[in-house]
């Protein structure tokens, strides 16, 4: 970025500069840590100046918004356009009690929809499973067929807001009942905006909510791209995602790497499939975890946009600069949150947004301070969207583009961050990609040793949590937490077993009939999903019939 | 640090070997949250004790069968899914009716703190919450869960 000359005078004066005024301090009194390192526990420098950045091309690196390799930004006027989305991921109880909660979201400014669904929904089970007992409604939303889904969505147009699902093993068949219900709204498909989570790997690495092993899940991926490719052209395909490997405890490096790998393999997918590249890449889009360590985040979110880039036009040949482009959502670092002191949550989720903001992200999702406790209370998600809403309109961070670019030391961290990344893509391509990786446990074990590593860091008191292992309280101010009603799930298995009563049941036979039939073809399974959907064949009832011809997957509980 | 000699005196002392103490770690339900499961398998292996962890999405059933399989003196059980309530209890309950009511059953995960007395009073000996160091629950075990006869 300078001039050769003058980066060699100020590497000479850098130098002096540690020999005469640095020295002379550090040996009154020496620095606090004998080592400085990342939450990552990545060594940092005392101080990053233009030297660091000898070799640096301005061009090649960073180029201006909106231009290729996108490292400042994916748009050209990015905030000064548009801010990002302000997205929070709602989902409790039942239909009725979600769709209040987004009606309320809705009211309070919130421009985009994100649904959380319970656990025997993601799962692939229905409420009156005996896999389900005790769970009904408790980490999210109960949807077990298309009868709910109508209720969730219940006076929201869904031409008008997109709606963002976290749903991956069981994605098809929620998105044939979301399909389904825009049918009854009379909304036709292409004027369907939003995003189905549908990020199979990382499930088996990290987040762990499969229903088929991986090659079957695979196969389904890549149905819904070449369907949505051809009828729902505005509808992100796959939020490939970043956020549950970071809070199974990998590194940022771990994060940017494996997340990138798990691009590769989905593109690689649509390919194989017969799908020309400019027409899915476009609506693949990313979900990264805003962590504590400031700048270190920044970094990786800027070397995502670079590495994306690089590898879909170089690697893939993409000619479209839309499937160049790395699009991405961000929630803050669930946890980083503790039970400790909760309040002073509040202040780590602001930090965490500000990281995001700062380093382009598209939608965001900031934690409530109650959720290491609790589900969020409607008090504790309101504090969470206006934290947002104080980056937007007060703090000057959506300003300027790429506020931190240039930093040296942001820019030194960005480098870093894309060689060590793609090293680890290099080993998971030796491995046959990452498919093969994840069949072996490889991600999953870089990230349980992670994991281990820094909670001995924690325990030893070598990293710092405030009301944790540093500035404890006795006496704490306890906050209001968000209770599930255990009534919940009676009424839901009685909800279900209405449904399963008055549906034309042949119907559904011969749809379930069609649909496992067809999973032992070639063809798309999405046509035959919507039809069963529309006859209010239930989730469970889907996944079952699938189960039979696809097989299932347990956890091989490596530790 | 006990010397070589001494520790071989030590050993040689003792009328039977003692065997180890052995511990599962469970994860019932259908959460996907494992990190703190492993954490502590780990550290808990690392310690010196036995350890068998069952994997995700345990049903009470299976947690149970396991413990009696492998013939474990405590059970550590990881939920963060909310349907502690139920799970916890049902699990100690199947222990009983296959006799192992004498097997410590400790849990850990997001759990409320009014939640834990109600699983304390239905048999579950201890419930650690977040922030816990390894160090404290490998003192906790270390204490707590003696061999079974």
Partial sequence: ?559 | MASAAARIKETAGRKKPVRKVRILIGKPGLDGHDRGAKIIARALRDAGFEVIYTGLHQTPEMIANAASQEDVDGIGLSILSGAHNYLLPRIVEMLRDKKMGDVVVFGGGIIPDDDIPKLKKKGVDRVFTPGTTLQEIVDYVRERVRPRK
Avoid at chain 1, 11 to 35: C, F, G, N, Q, Y
Avoid at chain 1, 36 to 55: G, I, K, N, R
Avoid at chain 1, 304 to 332: G, P
Avoid at chain 1, 344 to 368: C, E, F, I, K, Y
């Fill in chain 1, 1 to 559: 970025m300078y001039d050769r000359k003058k980066v060699r005078k100020i590497s000479e004066d850098k130098r002096r500069w540690e020999k005469e005024t640095l020295a002379r301090v550090l040996s009154r009194s020496p620095e606090r840590l004998s080592r400085f390192s990342t939450v990552s526990d990545e060594e940092m420098a005392a101080l990053y100046s233009p030297d660091v950045l000898e070799e640096f091309d301005y061009g090649r690196q960073l180029s201006f918004p909106g231009e290729y390799p996108y490292t400042r930004g994916v748009q050209p006027t990015m905030y000064r356009g548009r801010l990002w989305t302000m997205r929070q991921f709602a989902g409790y109880g039942s239909a009725e009690d979600t769709n209040a909660r987004f009606k309320f979201l809705l009211a309070q400014g919130q421009t985009g929809l994100s649904t959380a669904f319970h656990f025997p929904t993601l799962m692939g089970y229905d409420s009156d499973s005996p896999r389900a007992k005790g769970e009904v409604g408790k980490c999210g939303v109960a949807i077990d067929s298309l009868k709910d889904m109508e209720i969730l969505f219940e006076g929201i147009p869904l031409d008008k807001v997109t709606t963002s699902m976290t749903i991956n093993g069981p994605a098809a068949m929620i998105f044939a009942m979301y399909l389904a219900v825009a049918e009854k709204q009379g909304v036709p498909f292409d004027k369907l905006g939003g995003t189905i989570q549908n990020d199979i790997l990382k499930e088996y690495i990290a987040q762990h909510a499969w229903v088929f092993p991986p090659d079957p899940s695979m196969r389904i991926i890549t149905d819904i791209i070449a369907y949505c490719s051809d009828f729902v052209p505005k509808w992100n395909t796959i939020s490939i995602s970043g956020y549950h490997i970071r809070e199974a405890g990998s590194t940022a490096v771990q994060e940017l790497a494996f997340t990138i790998a798990d691009g590769i393999a989905y593109v690689q997918a649509g390919i194989d499939a017969g799908v020309p590249v400019d027409k899915f890449a476009p609506r693949l889009s990313y979900f990264f975890n805003a962590h504590v360590d400031f700048f270190e985040e920044i970094a990786k979110y800027r070397a995502a946009r670079r590495m994306w880039a690089r590898i879909m036009k170089e690697r893939f040949k993409a000619k479209d600069e839309n499937s160049w482009k790395l699009r991405f959502h961000t929630q803050t670092a669930g946890c980083t949150l503790t039970a400790q002191q909760p309040i002073n949550n509040v202040v780590r989720v602001a930090l965490q947004a500000l990281a995001a903001v700062l380093g382009g992200t598209q939608s965001l999702h900031t934690n409530s301070m109650d959720e290491t406790l609790a589900l969020p209370t409607e008090h504790a998600a309101t504090i969470a969207l206006r934290t947002q809403q104080i980056i937007a309109e007060e703090s000057g961070a959506a300003n300027s583009i790429d506020p931190m670019g240039g930093s040296f030391l942001v820019e030194k961290l960005t480098d870093e961050m894309e060689e060590k990344a793609m090293a680890y893509i290099a080993k998971i391509d030796a491995m046959g990609g990452m498919v093969n990786a994840v069949k072996r446990g490889y991600p999953q074990r870089e990230i349980a040793d992670a994991a281990f590593h820094f909670q001995r860091l924690v325990d030893a008191g070598a990293k710092k949590i405030v009301g944790v292992n540093c500035y404890e309280m006795q006496e704490e101010v306890p906050i209001p937490l968000l209770k599930i009603d255990e009534a919940v799930e009676k009424r839901q298995v009685a909800r279900t077993r209405e449904v399963r009563r008055k549906r034309n049941s042949k119907k559904v036979t011969s749809c379930l009939d069609a649909l496992k039939e067809a999973s032992l073809s070639n063809a798309n399974l999405m046509p035959l999903l919507l039809d069963a959907a529309r006859e209010y064949a239930t989730l469970g009832e889907i996944c079952d019939a699938l189960r039979e011809t696809m097989g299932t997957y347990t956890d091989p509980a490596m530790f």
